[in-house]
C-alpha cells in the first residue's frame, strides 16, 4: 500500500515531464517529417542547379569559342586582304608587263622595218654626204619647188576622183567594216563559250558563214544539256534535303516519343506517390489506433495467470480458518482481560520495565523481520534489473535481426527489381539476349554493330561529299579530278552524269545507313546507360547481401545466447517473485499474528512476573495505572483482533469481487485482442501495399530517369541535324543558284552570238557585198584613169628633164642630198628605237617575268578561296555557337532558374539547421527521459531511506504514525525550500501509552533533523499532556494557546516553554 502512494505521489509530480516528454515526441516526429519535405525540395533544386551549371557552362564554353573564332575570323580577313592585295599587286604589275610586251614588240616591229628601209636607203646612196643637214635641206628645197607644182596639179587630179566615189564607197565600206567586227565578235565569242565549256577544238580565226553556223548550233545544242543539267541538279539537291529531312523527322519522333513516355512516367509517379501518401496516412491512422490500444494489457496470458494467482492466493489465505483461529483468539482475550480486570487491584509491580523490554523486544523482532525481507527485496531486485537487461539486450538484438531481415528482404528486392528491369530493357533492346548474364555479351555486341555501322556512314558520307567537288573541277578545269586527264566534251557530260547519279543514289544509301547507324548508337546509349544499374546489382548479390547474411547469423548466435541467458534468469526470477508474492501475501497477516503472538507472550510473561512478584514480593508491587494499562493493552488487542477479522472477511469479499472483475476485464480483453489482431492486419496489409507502390515507384523513377537521360542526346541530336538541314540547303541553294547563273549567262551568250549573226545573215541578205565590188571595180577603173594622168605626169616630166639636160648633174646631187637626209633620218630613228627598245627590256628585267606573275596569281588565287572556305567555315560555326548561347541564355531566364544558386544554399541551410534541431530534440528527450528515470529512482531511493529511518523509530506500526512517516518523507523528498509538517489532533484516536509513544517519536524526529533549514512542525491539540511531552526548550521557546471569550471570539496567547 504505501509504494502504491510513493508511485502515486511520484506519477503525480513527474506528469508534467511526461506530457514534455510527449510535445518533444511529436515535435521530434513533425520534424523528421519536415525534413523529408526539405530533402525532397533539397534534390530538386540541386537537379536544377545542375542543369543550370550546365547551362551556364556551355554559355561560357560556346562564347569562349565565338571569341576564338572571332579572332581567327578577322585572322582571315586580314589574311585575305592581304592576299587581296598582292592578287592586285600582282595584277597590275602583269598589265603593266603586259603593256611594255606590247610596246617592245611595237617598238622592235618598228625598228626592223625602219633598219631594213635604211639599209635600203644606204645601199642605195652613191655618195654619202658629209654636210650637215641644214646644208642639205636648202638644197632640196630649191629642187623641189618645181615639182611641187606639178604634184600639185595630181592633187587636184586625185581629189577629182576621190570626190566621184567616196559617197557610196564610205558608206558601203563602213558597213562591211561593221560586219567585219561583228564577225569578230562572234568569232570570239564563238571561242571563249567553246573554251570555257569544253565544247571541242576550233579552227583559225576568222571562220567561215557556214562554219560559225555550225558552230553556233552546237552551242544552242548545249543549252539543253545545261538546262537538264540544271534540273539534275534540282533534283538532287530535293533528294539530298529530303534525305536531311527524314533524319530530322526520325530524330524528331524519337525525341517526342521519349518525351512523352518521360511525361507519362511523371504523371504515373505523381500517381504513385498520391497513392503512397493516402496509403501512409491510412497506416499512421492505423498505428494511431493501436498506439492508443494498450498492448501491454492485452495480454490474455498474464491475465489468465493472474487469475488463477488469485485463486491460489485465496486458498492460501483460507480466509475461514483464519477468521475461526481470529474467534478463537478473541475469545481468549476476552477470558483474559476477565481475569486481569479481577487482578488490577494487586497488579501494580513493574510494569513500565515489562512495557519497555516488550518494546526492545518487539523492536528486535521487527528488525528482524525487516532484514529478512530487504534480504528478499533486494535479491529479488537484482534479479528484476538482470532479467530487464537481459530482456533488453534480447529486444536490441531481435530489433537487430529484424532489422537485418528487413534489409535482406529489401536487398533482395532492390537486386530482383533491377535485374527484372535489366532484362526488361535488354528484352526490349535485343530480343536475342533475354538474361542479365547476356548483358556484357549484349554490350559488346552493340558496340561492336555502332562502330562498323558509323564506319560505314563515314565512308559513304566521306564519298558523296567528293561527287560535287569532283563536278566542279571537271566543269571548271575540264579535267579529271583523280588523274587529272584532259576531258572532251562527251567524255565531261558522261563523266558529270555519272557523278550526279551516284550523288542520287548515294542518298538514298546514306539515309539508310543513317538509320542503321543511328539504331546502333540508340541502341549501344541504351544498353551502356543499364552499366550502373548492373555494376549495382552485381556488387548486391556479391558483397551487401553475403555481408548482410554474415551480420544476420552474428545477431542470430548473440540472440540465443541472450535468449538462453534470459530464460535461465526468468526461470530464477519467477521462482524468487512466486517466493516473494507468497511472503508478501502472508506479510500481513503473519505480522498481525506474529504481534498478538508476541502481546500474549508479553501478556503471559507479565502474568508469570506477576505470579512471582504476587508470591515473592507481596502484595502491592504494582500500581494501578499498570493494571490499568495492561487492561487498555488487551482492550486495544481485542479492537486489533476484531478489526483484523473485519478486515479479513472485507478481504475475502474484496479478493472474490478482485477475481469477478478480472474475468470480466478478461472478456473484455479476448475482444480488444480480436480488435488489435484485426488492426494489425490492417497494418500488415497497408504496409506490404505500401512497400509494393515505393517498389513500383522506385522503378518509375529509374525508368523516368532513363528517359531524362535519352532525351538530352535525342534532342541535341535533333538540333544538330535541323542545323545541317539548314546549312545543307543554304550550300545547296547556293549551288544551285550559282549553276543557275552561269546557265543564264550562257543563254545570254547565246542570244548575243545569235544576234550577231543574225545581223551578218541580214548583210548577206542584202548583198551589200556585191555593191561593194562594184563600186570597187568602179574605183578600179577612175584609178586606171588615174594612171593614164599619172602617165601624162610621167610624160610631161620626162620632157622637164629633157629641159633640164644641163642640169642633169644638179639633180642627181639633190637626189643624193634627199637620199643622205633620208638615211640620216632613218638611222636616227632606228637608234631612238633601239634605246627606247632597250629600255623597255630592262623595265621588263627589272619587274620580273610575266610567268613567274602569273604562276603567282594563280598561287594567290588558291590561297584566297582556301582563306574563304575557312573564314565561311568559322562564320556557320559561329553562328552556330550564337545560337546556342541566345538558346541557353533563354533558358537561363526561365523562373525555375532564377536566384538558383541563393534559394539552393537557403534550403541546405534550413535542411541543415532542422536536422540539427531535431538531433538536439532527440538529445533533449532521451536526456530527459533518463533523468526523469534517474529522478524517480533517487526520490524512490530517498523515500525508502527516509521510511526505514523513521518506520524503525515507530511502535508497532501505528496508522498515525504510518501517515506521519509518509508524510515527513515526501516533505523532504520534494520540498525544498519549505517542509512544513502540519498535525491536526493526531490524538484524537490514542490512548494515553500510544499518544506517548507519538510524542517520545515526534521528539526523535524532531532531535535528528534540528538541524535541516526546511523543516517546520506544526501541532493543533487539545491533549495537554501531548503537548507538554513534545513542547521542550531545546526545540521551541514558546507556544500558543487559543481560547474564546465570551462573544465566542478566539484569542490566541503565547506561553513561556519551561524545563
Not at 301 to 322: G, Q
Not at 755 to 769: N, R, S, Y
Amino acid at each position: 500500500m504505501l509504494i502504491l502512494v510513493f508511485q502515486i505521489c511520484l506519477n503525480t509530480l513527474l506528469i508534467r515531464y511526461t506530457k514534455a516528454l510527449e510535445v518533444l515526441k511529436k515535435l521530434h516526429k513533425d520534424q523528421n517529417q519536415e525534413i523529408k519535405t526539405y530533402k525532397l525540395k533539397l534534390e530538386n533544386l540541386q537537379t536544377l542547379k545542375d542543369a543550370a551549371y550546365k547551362l551556364r557552362e556551355g554559355i561560357a564554353h560556346d562564347q569562349s569559342r565565338t571569341e576564338s573564332l572571332k579572332s581567327q575570323i578577322q585572322e582571315f580577313e586580314t589574311s585575305i586582304q592581304d592576299v587581296d592585295a598582292k592578287i592586285h599587286h600582282a595584277e597590275v604589275t602583269l598589265k603593266d608587263l603586259r603593256k611594255l610586251q606590247d610596246q617592245i614588240s611595237t617598238k622592235t616591229a618598228e625598228r626592223s622595218t625602219l633598219f631594213k628601209e635604211q639599209q635600203k636607203q644606204y645601199a642605195a646612196l652613191e655618195e654619202e654626204n658629209e654636210d650637215t643637214d641644214e646644208e642639205l635641206k636648202e638644197w632640196k628645197t630649191k629642187f623641189e619647188e618645181k615639182v611641187a607644182e606639178l604634184e600639185s596639179k595630181i592633187s587636184k587630179l586625185e581629189r577629182e576622183l576621190t570626190d566621184q566615189e567616196t559617197k557610196k564607197i564610205s558608206k558601203l565600206q563602213t558597213e562591211a567594216e561593221v560586219n567585219l567586227s561583228l564577225k569578230n565578235e562572234r568569232d570570239s565569242a564563238i571561242r571563249n563559250i567553246f573554251t570555257s565549256h569544253n565544247l571541242g577544238p576550233l579552227p583559225s580565226s576568222p571562220f567561215s558563214n557556214d562554219d560559225a553556223l555550225s558552230f553556233t548550233k552546237r552551242i544552242i545544242l548545249r543549252l539543253p544539256d545545261l538546262e537538264k543539267d540544271l534540273q539534275d541538279k534540282k533534283k538532287s539537291n530535293e533528294i539530298e534535303l529530303k534525305t536531311a529531312w527524314d533524319r530530322y523527322m526520325v530524330a524528331n519522333d524519337q525525341w517526342t516519343t521519349a518525351d512523352v513516355q518521360r511525361q507519362a512516367k511523371v504523371d504515373l509517379k505523381s500517381g504513385l506517390r498520391k497513392r503512397i501518401e493516402d496509403k501512409e496516412n491510412e497506416r499512421n491512422s492505423l498505428e494511431l489506433q493501436i498506439s492508443n490500444v494498450d498492448i501491454s494489457h492485452i495480454n490474455e496470458r498474464e491475465k489468465k495467470h493472474e487469475m488463477e494467482r488469485k485463486k491460489n492466493l485465496i486458498a492460501e489465505r483460507d480466509f475461514e480458518s483464519n477468521i475461526t483461529q481470529k474467534q478463537t483468539e478473541l475469545y481468549s482475550i476476552e477470558q483474559k482481560i476477565k481475569a486481569l480486570t479481577q487482578e488490577k487491584d494487586i497488579m501494580v509491580g513493574d510494569s513500565d520495565e515489562r512495557v519497555k523490554l516488550s518494546l526492545k523486544k518487539s523492536e528486535l523482532e521487527s528488525q528482524k523481520r525487516k532484514h529478512r525481507k530487504m534480504a528478499v527485496t533486494m535479491e529479488f531486485d537484482d534479479l528484476k534489473n538482470k532479467s530487464h537487461e537481459a530482456e533488453q539486450e534480447v529486444k536490441m538484438l531481435q530489433t537487430k535481426i529484424q532489422e537485418d531481415n528487413n534489409n535482406i528482404s529489401k536487398l533482395r528486392k532492390d537486386m530482383e527489381s533491377r535485374k527484372r528491369y535489366i532484362e526488361s530493357k535488354i528484352k526490349a533492346l535485343d530480343r536475342q539476349y533475354s538474361t542479365i548474364d547476356s548483358y556484357l555479351k549484349a554490350l559488346e555486341t552493340a558496340k561492336e554493330k555502332r562502330d562498323v555501322q558509323k564506319s560505314k556512314y563515314n565512308i559513304a558520307d566521306g564519298m558523296r561529299q567528293m561527287f560535287d567537288p569532283f563536278e566542279r573541277v571537271a566543269r571548271a578545269h575540264h579535267v579529271c579530278p583523280c588523274c587529272e586527264r584532259s576531258f572532251s566534251a562527251e567524255e565531261e557530260d558522261e563523266f558529270v552524269k555519272k557523278q550526279r547519279v551516284k550523288a542520287s543514289t548515294s542518298a538514298e544509301h546514306m539515309k539508310v545507313l543513317a538509320v542503321e547507324s543511328s539504331n546502333a548508337d540508340s541502341l549501344f546509349q541504351q544498353l551502356d546507360k543499364l552499366r550502373l544499374a548492373y555494376e549495382e546489382y552485381i556488387k548486391m548479390g556479391k558483397e551487401t547481401i553475403p555481408n548482410a547474411e554474415r551480420e544476420l547469423k552474428k545477431h542470430s548466435e548473440e540472440l540465443d545466447q541472450k535468449s538462453q541467458a534470459l530464460d535461465d534468469l526468468l526461470a530464477v526470477l519467477a521462482q524468487i517473485k512466486s517466493e516473494k508474492d507468497s511472503i508478501d501475501v502472508l506479510v500481513q497477516p503473519i505480522e498481525a499474528a506474529d504481534r498478538l503472538f508476541q502481546e500474549i507472550q508479553a501478556c503471559q510473561k507479565q502474568v508469570d512476573d506477576l505470579e512471582y512478584k504476587l508470591s515473592f514480593g507481596g502484595q502491592g508491587v504494582k500500581s494501578l495505572e499498570d493494571i490499568q494499562s495492561e487492561l487498555n493493552t488487551l482492550q486495544i488487542t481485542k479492537d486489533s483482533l476484531h478489526n483484523e477479522l473485519e478486515k479479513l472477511r472485507d478481504d475475502q469479499r474484496y479478493m472474490e469481487k478482485d477475481m469477478s472483475n478480472i474475468k470480466d476485464r478478461l472478456h473484455a480483453l479476448c475482444a480488444e485482442k480480436v480488435q488489435a489482431d484485426n488492426v494489425f492486419r490492417d497494418v500488415r496489409k497497408a504496409e506490404e501495399e505500401l512497400e509494393r507502390l515505393v517498389e513500383e515507384k522506385s522503378q518509375v523513377e529509374l525508368d523516368e530517369k532513363y528517359l531524362k537521360e535519352t532525351i538530352g542526346p535525342l534532342s541535341r541530336e535533333k538540333d544538330k541535324l535541323l542545323n545541317e538541314y539548314n546549312e545543307l540547303k543554304a550550300k545547296l541553294n547556293l549551288e544551285y543558284e550559282e549553276q543557275s547563273k552561269q546557265k543564264m549567262s550562257y543563254a545570254q551568250e547565246v542570244d548575243s552570238i545569235q544576234k550577231v549573226a543574225f545581223k551578218i545573215k541580214e548583210f548577206h541578205d542584202l548583198k551589200k557585198g556585191e555593191k561593194l565590188k562594184e563600186l570597187q571595180e568602179k574605183l578600179s577603173f577612175s584609178e586606171l584613169e588615174l594612171q593614164k594622168c599619172e602617165a601624162k605626169k610621167q610624160h610631161i616630166l620626162s620632157e622637164l628633164e629633157r629641159n633640164r639636160d644641163v642640169i642633169r648633174s644638179r639633180d642627181k646631187l639633190r637626189r643624193n642630198i634627199e637620199d643622205n637626209l633620208n638615211y640620216r633620218k632613218t638611222k636616227a630613228e632606228v637608234d631612238e628605237l633601239t634605246r627606247e627598245i632597250e629600255s623597255l627590256e630592262a623595265n621588263v628585267l627589272r619587274v620580273g617575268g610575266i610567268s613567274t606573275f602569273e604562276s603567282e596569281l594563280v598561287k594567290l588565287s588558291r590561297e584566297r578561296e582556301r582563306l574563304l572556305s575557312e573564314l565561311n567555315r568559322c562564320r556557320g560555326t559561329m553562328s552556330v555557337y550564337e545560337s546556342n548561347i541566345s538558346k541557353n541564355k533563354v533558358d537561363l531566364k526561365h523562373s525555375q532558374y532564377k536566384d538558383i544558386d541563393k534559394r539552393y544554399f537557403d534550403q541546405l541551410i534550413q535542411l541543415k539547421t532542422s536536422e540539427m534541431a531535431n538531433k538536439d530534440l532527440d538529445r533533449y528527450y532521451n536526456a530527459l527521459d533518463k533523468a526523469l528515470m534517474r529522478f524517480h529512482t533517487l526520490k524512490m531511493e530517498e523515500i525508502n531511506k527516509i521510511i526505514r529511518e523513521l518506520w524503525q523509530q515507530t511502535f508497532l506500526c501505528r496508522p498515525v504514525l504510518a501517515s506521519l512517516i509518509i508524510r515527513l518523507a515526501l516533505a523532504e523528498t520534494f520540498c525544498l525550500n519549505c517542509g512544513i509538517l502540519a498535525l491536526d489532533e493526531p490524538t484524537t484516536n490514542l490512548d494515553g501509552p500510544n499518544a506517548e509513544s507519538l510524542a517520545t517519536a515526534l521528539l526523535k524526529i524532531m532531535e535528528d533533523r534540528r538541524g535541516q533549514e526546511n523543516f517546520q512542525l506544526i501541532v493543533i491539540t487539545h491533549d495537554e499532556r501531548f503537548a507538554q511531552l513534545i513542547g521542550q526548550r531545546q526545540h521551541a521557546e514558546k507556544y500558543y494557546r487559543v481560547t474564546k471569550d465570551d462573544h465566542q471570539h478566539s484569542i490566541i496567547e503565547a506561553q513561556e516553554i519551561f524545563g
